[in-house]
């Protein structure tokens, strides 16, 4: 990759920290060797909006695009090589910060994707001492003032204590010996719905996100080409999603299904896999909604059927709702069937897929569409669904 009209500043190969045989960089190119699909190598740039990134890749033509188109399209593949705009934080946190003057005021400007409510920005102080400090959080396109009433987990559980190979499990890093809420609990909350995190698929604009979030690559021959565009599952391939955008906790997920006939064993529609809790939803050989709720070794496995089946050749709408204490299916708007569920957590890295992977299915086949995931629990209805002004 060659930088005219801009520097890079930083450049990390995740997992590898600074130091990786498999990325070269200076202030105007970086090359990378082939890498697993999750040793993503990021790069942050100081641009102009004219300036050009021109990729090469062995055996392909080169591939040139402006910042403002990379910021505007957020996701542009080439090749075998997958390009996107990301939070600024993928390639900052922990790095060297920007000297800032004693006095007066600095400005900084971020290229950015479509604007949301749900943009968050902080900013990360560190002292000459090395002392660490972070600013409140701030959602400048969102309404602070409108608050919406959610479940929060109380627990002493965190990154070091249950991310598995590079934490410390059972490591204590507390100094009291009694901790009050070691047992997780939950906690009513009111939190800004802007706060919300959320993206809504279509599928008439191939893999783009209607929020501006989670634009993702689907192959063409996985979507309908008739404008009103559709998912196309066969049973033999599925869309694996970006990584850290599956809700852990409190979730909303919902979709347009249509499956096809014939099946022999239950098929895979939403699958999680990771260290991370969430929800993963299957398509029984009845025709019936699954869920299964679990998580890393720490959290239980808990399973929830529906009652009524989902037509073959038909579409209808799926609602799951965890709010972390029940777990509930609707089917085309009406609650179907619900179970409680004990507070549990785990946390760590979480990669889903659409149209299949949970152990013992089959791949999904048949049609979805209007795809939502929300981090946050709304029944049907509720005004504060996020993705309600594109589904209505």
Not at 61 to 87: G, N
Not at 103 to 129: K, N, Q, T
Not at 238 to 250: A, D, H, N
Request: proline share 6%; glycine share 10%; charged share 20%.
């Amino acid at each position: 990759l060659r930088l005219e009209g801009g520097v890079i500043s930083d450049a990390i190969c995740m997992f590898n920290e600074r130091d990786s045989d498999a990325l070269r960089w200076d202030a105007h190119s970086a090359a990378a060797a082939a890498r697993p699909g999750w040793e993503v190598v990021a790069l942050q740039c100081k641009v102009s909006p004219d300036a050009i990134f021109e990729l090469s890749t062995h055996g392909q033509e080169k591939f040139i695009m402006t910042a403002s188109e990379l910021a505007e399209t957020q996701r542009v593949s080439h090749a075998d090589i997958l390009i996107q705009s990301w939070s600024a934080d993928l390639v900052t946190q922990n790095k060297s910060g920007t000297p800032l003057p004693s006095s007066g005021e600095s400005a900084l400007a971020i290229y950015a994707g479509s604007e949301s409510p749900s943009d968050s920005f902080y900013v990360r102080y560190v002292s000459e001492s090395g002392k660490v400090a972070y600013s409140d959080v701030v959602f400048p396109l969102g309404s602070p003032d409108e608050l919406v009433a959610s479940n929060v987990l109380l627990t002493s559980i965190s990154l070091e204590t249950t991310s598995g190979a590079s934490g410390e499990p059972g490591k204590k890093e507390f100094l009291s010996e009694h901790v009050p809420f070691n047992s997780p609990t939950l906690q009513r909350v009111a939190i800004p719905v802007s706060s919300i995190r959320a993206a809504h698929w279509n599928f008439d604009n191939g893999g783009q996100d209607s929020t501006g979030n989670v634009s993702v690559r689907i192959p063409e021959k996985m979507l309908s080409g008739d404008g009103n565009g559709v998912l196309l599952l066969d049973g033999t391939d599925r869309i694996k999603m970006p990584v850290r955008t599956w809700p852990i906790g409190s979730s909303t997920v919902e979709f347009l299904i249509k499956p096809e006939g014939g099946r022999e064993k239950p098929q895979s529609i939403l699958y999680r896999v990771g260290w991370s809790d969430g929800i993963n939803v299957n398509l029984l050989e009845d025709g019936r909604v699954e869920v299964v709720r679990n998580g890393s070794s720490a959290v239980g496995t808990y399973i929830l059927k529906s009652v009524s089946t989902v037509p073959d050749g038909e579409w209808s709408r799926v609602r799951v709702v965890n709010d972390l204490k029940t777990v509930s299916i609707y089917i085309d708007g009406e609650l179907d069937s619900s179970m409680p569920l004990p507070p549990e957590r785990s946390y760590g890295n979480s990669t889903w897929f659409i149209g299949g992977g949970y152990p013992g299915c089959d791949y999904f086949v048949g049609e979805l569409d209007d795809l939502t995931v929300s981090g946050g629990h709304f029944v049907p209805g509720d005004p504060y669904f996020p993705i309600s002004e594109f589904i209505q």
